[in-house]
């Protein structure tokens, strides 16, 4: 199974702002530090606000914040939701499946029973889980918090 690129900025997008609670941010800033462009980053927040991942603010303050606390997020729904529009074959599809063997076909169901096991793989771990304890990605995703923790260090 490969991840679409949707799915992959979209849970950049969600650690950026987990590691970034408190605050709204701007898609200028998480373009900047998920190496995203704005134009695929305005249509994945669209859709995760829409999907109550994520709260937008409109406006001159404008931003972005999770919609939920991060321990409520839970990456397989993330995934589900994300990824269900994408058929994996052909023959998942409901327009322009050509395969004459899907009526018969097992592949479609072991394939089927996969993609199930590999959700629910992702079932039990939630966003704060990905980046409460990361402190490199904490790094990465909030370079204040990585200076005033080098700040701190360097008082003691």
Do not use: W
Not at 126 to 151: G, K, M, S, W, Y
């Amino acid at each position: 199974m490969r991840v679409t690129k949707r799915t992959n900025i979209a849970m950049r997008v969600l650690m950026f702002c987990a590691a970034n609670t408190g605050r709204l941010v701007t898609k200028a800033e998480i373009a900047e530090r998920c190496n995203a462009s704005e134009n695929h980053l305005a249509q994945v927040i669209n859709q995760l606000g829409q999907l109550g991942f994520l709260h937008t603010q409109r406006g001159r303050n404008g931003g972005l914040s999770l919609g939920r606390p991060a321990e409520q997020i839970n990456i397989g729904d993330v995934f589900r939701v994300l990824e269900a529009p994408v058929p994996l074959a052909e023959c998942f599809a409901d327009v322009d499946n050509t395969c004459p063997l899907t009526e018969a076909c097992r592949l479609r169901t072991a394939l089927t029973d996969a993609v199930e096991a590999f959700y629910q793989s992702l079932d039990p771990i939630t966003l704060d889980a990905l980046v409460c304890t990361n402190a490199d990605l904490l790094d990465i995703l909030n370079p204040e918090r990585a200076c005033t923790a080098r700040e701190a260090a360097l008082a003691v």
